[in-house]
């Protein structure tokens, strides 16, 4: 294997080419004209530009690309053709490579429904439900009264959620059925379903296998990655909180049991749900097979840092023929490790995809903390391809350790030229549910209060604003620690006049030599010691408690406002007066959050509204999203039809 094309983009691109250089093969990238310009396109040795609508799908391109620059191996990343049977066996065909599993095992683990009936028939306990051919109305409904509510629909051929839906009695089947049957038509080309029953307290668990083509299979520990969002994964760790050893084991005996069942080779991940409310003697919960991936996964940065293996080299060792580098006796784990994924995306409006162009982009560091990321400053994020921003990766000698570092590094990042979710995963991992181990795949919408923006200020955040407005830049971040360093010339007194939540606070800092500043304008404070760490950070010491805050203004968030991130919380701060709220309902009515197709519309003008019923449903990124209303009012007027294509940005209902 001399050449290896990476037939994907973005950050696995990235992650591929690393390792391939480190091993002395060279690269191949192929892009898009929107990727042209892209971190991955630069890093390969050479580059082939694809044309057409969805060139990452074309394999005869890709064939012709990887033929042209005299690849012989295809790495598929995720996501993509890394899933497709018929690519894998159209590079055996053409000579090349496919650095993934044989055909035959991709095509059993390819549909829901024949995974599961393999894995039963190779002794892995399944989720009771119904994986029958007969699609009919008639048939599901039937098959349903059957498993029983609540109950899932899954689409076969899904994945990351799309095509699936939870139906808690049978007055919600239909609807859903329908809605999860055109989301597997559009993301998969396969309308196909099939139910099971709703695991009420579910965990997602999941093992990262190897296996190669000399009959060995090893697993690298599990993974949890119950912390979702419509099913969607939002923060993974390993190994999973809580297990028990027994549990530990036999979870990963099932997935190595599942590879040799199938004849499998390379890197794989067997799912399983675990039913908390369904515990055996020694208190262990019963678990089932969901489905294997049949691929390197997201977040496998987190089964790297705490085994210390390369997965990347290993299936490019196991599809150049050789045995797997470690048996199972000799992989360990060492400490913990999380990953946050860092998404373009509006948390105050549902968590939709946001598009834009970066601005600014400052990832935090530090021991431990690992940047796996495609995009760059001047790097748009459109609606084209998933809108991951960064994957930001925590490793400590504890789970504690680990979620500090997680947490101090998203306080420490910085994205501005559009919206992501960086401050609600910050709160998220450092909530006391999650740091206490407790979670499952409802911890979420459970948490969902704990989660939101903070609605008080205290003192202490405002005294931070104030210093990263107000503190000159160049105070050395030793003075806090023993050593004695101050400039000469400091202003005798700053005054900042900050405001929240309509509530004006003037505040002066006066500098009293060294790095002391005597504080007014804030109860309670009086002398502070303060200190600048890099371009962003603060260390404050007020009254013998040492802080650390994040501190961001300007062209990070915006022209008068200041963000604050301190210990997980992050506060949006004006340094302006704010303007005069919209009177004419504006935070009422509904704009289109991103371009799509109206799929349903479900209010007429002079229709009352209560705040959270759906408006419409819109059709964007494959996956049909419910616009809600965010308020009870009156319905004014409705711009939009079924069918119709929206802009972003686009007005689609008015609310008095």
Same mark, same amino acid.
């Given at each position: 294997?001399?050449?290896?094309?990476?037939?994907?983009?973005?950050?696995?691109?990235?992650?591929?080419?690393?390792?391939?250089?480190?091993?002395?093969?060279?690269?191949?990238?192929?892009?898009?004209?929107?990727?042209?310009?892209?971190?991955?396109?630069?890093?390969?040795?050479?580059?082939? @530009?694809? /044309?057409?609508? #969805?060139?990452?799908?074309?394999? %005869?391109?890709?064939? =012709? +690309?990887? !033929?042209?620059? $005299?690849?012989?191996?295809?790495?598929?990343?995720?996501?993509?053709?890394?899933?497709?049977?018929?690519?894998?066996?159209?590079?055996?065909?053409?000579?090349?490579?496919?650095?993934?599993? @044989?055909? /035959?095992?991709? #095509?059993?683990?390819?549909?829901? %429904?024949?995974?599961? =009936? +393999?894995? !039963?028939?190779? $002794?892995?306990?399944?989720?009771?439900?119904?994986?029958?051919?007969?699609?009919?109305?008639?048939?599901?409904?039937?098959?349903?009264?059957?498993?029983?509510?609540?109950?899932?629909?899954?689409?076969? /051929?899904?994945?990351?959620?799309?095509?699936?839906?939870?139906?808690?009695? =049978?007055?919600?089947?239909?609807?859903?059925?329908?809605?999860?049957?055109?989301?597997?038509?559009?993301?998969?080309?396969?309308?196909?379903?099939?139910?099971?029953?709703?695991?009420?307290?579910?965990?997602?668990?999941?093992?990262?296998?190897?296996?190669?083509?000399?009959?060995?299979?090893?697993?690298?520990?599990?993974?949890?990655?119950?912390?979702?969002?419509?099913?969607?994964?939002?923060?993974?760790?390993?190994?999973?909180?809580?297990?028990?050893?027994?549990?530990?084991?036999?979870?990963?005996?099932?997935?190595?049991?599942?590879?040799?069942?199938?004849?499998?080779?390379?890197?794989?991940?067997?799912?399983?749900?675990?039913?908390?409310?369904?515990?055996?003697?020694?208190?262990?919960?019963?678990?089932?097979?969901?489905?294997?991936?049949?691929?390197?996964?997201?977040?496998?940065?987190?089964?790297?840092?705490?085994?210390?293996?390369?997965?990347?080299?290993?299936?490019?060792?196991?599809?150049?023929?050789?045995?797997?580098?470690?048996?199972?006796?000799?992989?360990?784990?060492?400490?913990?490790?999380?990953?946050?994924?860092?998404?373009?995306?509006?948390?105050?409006?549902?968590?939709?995809?946001?598009?834009?162009?970066?601005?600014?982009?400052?990832?935090?560091?530090?021991?431990?903390?690992?940047?796996?990321?495609?995009?760059?400053?001047?790097?748009?994020?459109?609606?084209?391809?998933?809108?991951?921003?960064?994957?930001?990766?925590?490793?400590?000698?504890?789970?504690?350790?680990?979620?500090?570092?997680?947490?101090?590094?998203?306080?420490?990042?910085?994205?501005?030229?559009?919206?992501?979710?960086?401050?609600?995963?910050?709160?998220?991992?450092?909530?006391?549910?999650?740091?206490?181990?407790?979670?499952?795949?409802?911890?979420?919408?459970?948490?969902?209060?704990?989660?939101?923006?903070?609605?008080?200020?205290?003192?202490?955040?405002?005294?931070?604003?104030?210093?990263?407005?107000?503190?000159?830049?160049?105070?050395?971040?030793?003075?806090?620690?023993?050593?004695?360093?101050?400039?000469?010339?400091?202003?005798?007194?700053?005054?900042?006049?900050?405001?929240?939540?309509?509530?004006?606070?003037?505040?002066?800092?006066?500098?009293?030599?060294?790095?002391?500043?005597?504080?007014?304008?804030?109860?309670?404070?009086?002398?502070?010691?303060?200190?600048?760490?890099?371009?962003?950070?603060?260390?404050?010491?007020?009254?013998?408690?040492?802080?650390?805050?994040?501190?961001?203004?300007?062209?990070?968030?915006?022209?008068?406002?200041?963000?604050?991130?301190?210990?997980?919380?992050?506060?949006?701060?004006?340094?302006?007066?704010?303007?005069?709220?919209?009177?004419?309902?504006?935070?009422?009515?509904?704009?289109?959050?991103?371009?799509?197709?109206?799929?349903?519309?479900?209010?007429?003008?002079?229709?009352?509204?209560?705040?959270?019923?759906?408006?419409?449903?819109?059709?964007?990124?494959?996956?049909?999203?419910?616009?809600?209303?965010?308020?009870?009012?009156?319905?004014?007027?409705?711009?939009?039809?079924?069918?119709?294509?929206?802009?972003?940005?686009?007005?689609?209902?008015?609310?008095?």
């Amino acid at each position: 294997m001399q050449k290896i094309l990476i037939a994907n983009r973005g950050e696995i691109a990235r992650r591929v080419i690393r390792t391939a250089h480190a091993m002395g093969i060279a690269t191949v990238a192929v892009h898009s004209a929107a990727d042209a310009h892209a971190p991955f396109v630069r890093e390969a040795g050479q580059s082939v @530009p694809l /044309a057409g609508d #969805r060139p990452y799908l074309d394999v %005869d391109a890709i064939i =012709a +690309a990887a !033929k042209r620059t $005299g690849a012989d191996a295809v790495h598929p990343g995720y996501g993509f053709l890394s899933e497709n049977a018929e690519f894998a066996k159209a590079l055996k065909k053409a000579g090349l490579i496919f650095i993934g599993p @044989p055909e /035959a095992a991709m #095509r059993v683990m390819a549909l829901k %429904d024949t995974a599961k =009936a +393999a894995m !039963k028939k190779a $002794g892995v306990p399944i989720t009771p439900g119904y994986q029958g051919n007969d699609q009919s109305l008639v048939r599901l409904q039937k098959a349903a009264e059957g498993v029983g509510y609540p109950l899932l629909i899954k689409a076969v /051929a899904g994945g990351g959620g799309k095509g699936m839906r939870a139906v808690h009695d =049978a007055g919600e089947f239909q609807e859903a059925l329908m809605a999860a049957q055109r989301e597997g038509e559009t993301a998969f080309g396969n309308p196909a379903v099939m139910l099971e029953k709703l695991i009420q307290r579910p965990r997602h668990v999941e093992v990262q296998l190897f296996a190669d083509n000399h009959g060995n299979a090893v697993h690298l520990f599990e993974r949890d990655c119950s912390l979702q969002r419509r099913h969607q994964k939002v923060i993974e760790e390993a190994p999973a909180p809580g297990l028990s050893d027994r549990l530990r084991h036999t979870l990963g005996v099932a997935a190595v049991t599942a590879a040799h069942a199938i004849g499998y080779s390379g890197a794989g991940t067997v799912e399983f749900i675990l039913d908390l409310d369904t515990v055996d003697a020694d208190g262990d919960p019963a678990f089932y097979f969901m489905e294997m991936n049949t691929r390197l996964q997201v977040e496998h940065p987190v089964t790297e840092c705490i085994t210390g293996e390369d997965l990347v080299e290993w299936q490019i060792r196991v599809a150049r023929g050789e045995p797997l580098p470690k048996q199972q006796d000799e992989l360990t784990v060492t400490g913990w490790a999380m990953e946050a994924r860092l998404y373009a995306e509006d948390p105050d409006s549902g968590f939709l995809p946001a598009t834009g162009t970066i601005s600014t982009l400052e990832f935090g560091a530090g021991p431990g903390i690992r940047i796996d990321t495609g995009v760059e400053n001047g790097s748009r994020i459109g609606l084209d391809y998933d809108p991951m921003i960064a994957k930001v990766i925590a490793h400590g000698a504890t789970r504690a350790q680990a979620i500090d570092r997680l947490v101090g590094a998203l306080d420490a990042t910085v994205v501005s030229g559009l919206k992501c979710n960086r401050a609600f995963l910050a709160r998220l991992a450092d909530t006391k549910a999650f740091r206490a181990g407790k979670v499952d795949t409802g911890f979420i919408a459970r948490h969902a209060a704990e989660l939101a923006a903070p609605s008080l200020c205290p003192a202490p955040v405002l005294l931070a604003a104030a210093l990263g407005l107000g503190l000159p830049h160049g105070t050395a971040p030793t003075s806090l620690f023993g050593g004695l360093n101050f400039r000469i010339n400091l202003a005798a007194e700053t005054h900042v006049r900050l405001w929240w939540d309509a509530a004006q606070h003037p505040i002066s800092l006066r500098h009293i030599g060294g790095q002391r500043w005597r504080i007014g304008g804030l109860a309670g404070i009086g002398e502070v010691s303060a200190t600048r760490v890099g371009a962003h950070g603060l260390a404050i010491d007020l009254a013998g408690q040492m802080m650390r805050a994040t501190v961001v203004a300007g062209v990070g968030v915006g022209v008068g406002t200041v963000d604050v991130r301190m210990a997980g919380q992050s506060w949006l701060i004006g340094s302006r007066p704010p303007r005069v709220k919209d009177v004419g309902g504006g935070h009422a009515n509904m704009i289109a959050p991103m371009p799509g197709r109206v799929l349903a519309v479900d209010v007429v003008p002079g229709q009352e509204v209560a705040e959270g019923d759906r408006l419409l449903v819109l059709e964007a990124m494959k996956m049909e999203h419910r616009l809600l209303a965010r308020v009870a009012g009156t319905v004014k007027a409705v711009h939009v039809a079924l069918g119709d294509q929206v802009a972003d940005g686009m007005m689609l209902v008015e609310i008095a």
